[in-house]
């Protein structure tokens, strides 16, 4: 008896996978393999000359400096906020979870506008730091603040679904075993969500590194000090130095790719880690 053809929805596999590369390749491949080969069709002098450079190497250290710092401020509070929302039913949740999504959908010069505004010597939270003697417009502190509002969706919406697919049984077990609340929060929670945890972090460092129109507002852009590696690409740009702004995109494309390697070597090495602890 004849086998009958199952008919899919979506077109077949083959159909499918050619309009995927097509797209990929239009949208992703193509221009980073232009970028590749404008930046490393220079002579490695002019690469390593703008790459090296005193005032690249100042905005590269303050770009990777503020947005570690950024990202690993929302991992702490970014899980907090996460578990408010997943665990707990409170008067004007649903609000909340509305407000954590505001940084994505805002234009990233607004939210930078109404950071400087709110943080200058001459704002509402700024003019209450003054006296303090903390400066935060204009400042390292202030890119931080602008990363830490843009990046903290990254970290809730990626630890909250993990937060919503964990068992309270498991908590309730080790406290009636005589765990602590510190002791269930290191051994059994946290390492239940150190995947999400890790792949939140990640993407939200990936999207500090290459913030722009937050930042360029309450950092003041002073080079050598507030100076942030996409601003100074914007600024070879403007000075017509295409091979210079190149070879600074080249190496946060580099860092990306890292960047993404080691998140997918992470999860790979807490799955093994997780199914050799269940087998």
């Known amino acids: 008896m004849p086998r009958l053809r199952r008919h899919g929805v979506i077109p077949g596999f083959g159909l499918t996978l050619g309009y995927t590369l097509t797209y990929l390749s239009l949208i992703v491949l193509i221009p980073l393999v232009a970028l590749v080969v404008k930046g490393a069709a220079q002579p490695w002098s002019s690469f390593r000359d703008a790459v090296f450079d005193p005032r690249t190497m100042a905005a590269w250290r303050l770009t990777f400096s503020t947005a570690l710092i950024a990202s690993l401020v929302n991992v702490v509070f970014g899980l907090v906020v996460a578990w408010a929302l997943a665990r707990y039913d409170f008067p004007g949740r649903r609000l909340l979870d509305a407000l954590i999504d505001i940084p994505f959908a805002l234009p990233t010069a607004v939210s930078g506008i109404a950071l400087t505004a709110i943080y200058a010597p001459n704002g509402w939270v700024g003019r209450l730091l003054e006296p ?3 400066r935060a417009a204009f400042t390292p502190l202030g890119i931080v603040i602008a990363l830490t509002f843009i990046g903290l969706p990254f970290i809730v919406r ?3 679904p993990a937060i919503e697919d964990l068992d309270p049984a498991a908590e309730e077990a ?3 075993l005589g765990a602590t609340r510190m002791q269930t929060l290191w ?3 946290l390492p239940a969500l150190q995947p999400a945890l890790v792949a939140g972090f990640v993407t939200a460092l990936a999207r500090a590194l290459g913030e722009y129109g937050s ?8 080079p050598m000090k ?3 590696a996409s601003l100074l690409i914007v600024t070879r740009l403007e000075q017509f130095d295409y091979p210079g702004a190149a070879a600074i995109a080249l190496l946060m494309l580099a860092t990306s790719f890292v960047l993404l390697f080691a998140v997918n070597a992470g999860q790979w090495w807490a799955t093994r ?3 050799g602890r269940e087998a």
Not at 215 to 222: K, L, Q, Y
């Open 132 to 134: 303090l003697g903390i």
């Open 158 to 160: 990626t630890v909250q």
């Open 273 to 275: 880690r997780q199914r």
């Open 215 to 222: 930042v360029i507002f309450i950092s003041g852009n002073m």
């Open 174 to 176: 080790a406290s009636l």
């Open 187 to 189: 051994r059994v929670i």
């Open 226 to 228: 507030t100076e942030i």
